[in-house]
């Protein structure tokens, strides 16, 4: 089984200062990571994933996030936050190596980015 | 080049209701998957569709049922609506074998009353 755990159901930012939000997850094989973006009222916007290659993962608008395989976690950063980043932010994992291709998401960190 | 594409936006069904909502991929993808997204929660997994059968289904009951046409549009299917069945309805694509650039729609909203 698979899982993810985003422990932080909100996180509240100054614009220009940097951001993170973190995520954690569980899978059996090698693990596919991903970091979605959802506005109000949308669906899913992707942001950036990791399958593999270097740890460090750069994205769209200046969003980055780092693999690291002994804490099991993929926390999204981004050094200096902007109002229009305010959103919801899902992380979700595949497991990579079980022939399995369903996304498990954890339930969200509402980020809020005060001007 | 179109993204994902789902019909209708929203609507609203009574209890005991059947619905049908439908899913366009991107173009170049011949894979879709559907997810339930409950109102404060993640997306959950429903089904996935390639080559016109159901590849893999996540913890979801019979009243559930899908289907994918030759030119790799989908259909969700629920009969026998319940309250609970209220949500946001995404429709994910993607390329079979590639299977992990996944384009999202916009989602239907379903409300169930």
């Known amino acids: 089984a698979q899982s993810v755990a985003q422990p932080e159901d909100q996180v509240n930012v100054a614009e220009g200062n940097p951001l993170t939000v973190k995520c954690t997850y569980s899978?059996?094989?090698?693990?596919?990571l991903f970091w979605y973006v959802q506005y109000p009222n949308r669906g899913l916007q992707f942001l950036l994933k990791y399958i593999t290659g270097d740890n460090l993962v750069k994205g769209s608008y200046g969003f980055e996030a780092e693999f690291n395989k002994s804490q099991t976690s993929f926390h999204l950063k981004k050094p200096s936050a902007l109002v229009s980043d305010s959103a919801l932010y899902f992380c979700a994992v595949r497991d990579g190596g079980a022939g399995s291709y369903q996304l498990t998401f954890g339930k969200g960190t509402k980020l809020s980015v005060i001007p | 080049d179109a993204g994902v594409t789902q019909s209708p936006t929203h609507l609203i069904k009574t209890r005991g209701q059947q619905v049908t909502l439908r899913c366009s991929p991107k173009s170049g993808h011949d894979t879709v998957s559907w997810y339930q997204q409950a109102l404060g929660q993640g997306p959950q997994f429903i089904f996935q569709?390639?080559?016109?059968?159901?590849?893999q289904r996540g913890n979801f009951p019979d009243r559930f049922s899908g289907h994918q046409f030759p030119n790799y549009s989908s259909e969700l299917n629920v009969n026998a609506l319940l309250l609970g069945d209220s949500a946001l309805y995404l429709c994910a694509s993607s390329r079979w074998g590639a299977n992990y650039g996944y384009t999202f729609g916009s989602g239907t909203r379903l409300t169930v009353v």
């Open positions: 899978v059996s094989g090698n693990p596919y």
């Open positions: 569709y390639y080559e016109e059968e159901e590849r």
